[in-house]
């Protein structure tokens, strides 16, 4: 079994920044792909970025360029930078893993920025 504990959470004033870590414990070994999701009140839940073999990198065309996702060599740990952040990037952001096809979650972590 496989979990995951999301930390980095926080309120941030527009413009700032805030690095979301995601832990994971278990056995994580092959393919694994890793992506970090949001939901705000009352919207759907988006993927903002994701990462897979090879370190490729996907992102939501609303956070390309600030957003960073990443990764350790281990798989354990994944990350998302996300400067320059907005009012509309409040939400609760997951961390998502994909490990031989099954997909874990994780509780989320609240970001709120405050124009």
């Known amino acids: 079994q496989v979990q995951l504990v999301e930390s980095g959470g926080g309120l941030v004033q527009a413009g700032g920044s805030l690095r979301l870590t995601c832990t994971a414990s278990g056995r994580i070994s092959g393919n694994v792909a890793q992506a970090w999701y949001r939901q705000a009140g009352g919207k759907e839940r988006e993927l903002v970025a994701s990462?897979?073999?090879?370190?490729?990198?996907d992102y939501a065309d609303s956070v390309t360029g600030r957003f960073s996702i990443s990764r350790d060599k281990t798989f354990k740990s994944t990350f998302l930078q996300m400067n320059n952040l907005r009012p509309e990037d409040t939400a609760v952001y997951s961390c998502?893993?994909?490990?031989?096809?099954?997909?874990?979650w994780g509780q989320g972590t609240q970001v709120t920025v405050a124009s």
């Open positions: 998502s893993m994909v490990i031989r096809g099954a997909q874990y």
């Open positions: 990462i897979r073999g090879g370190g490729i990198t």
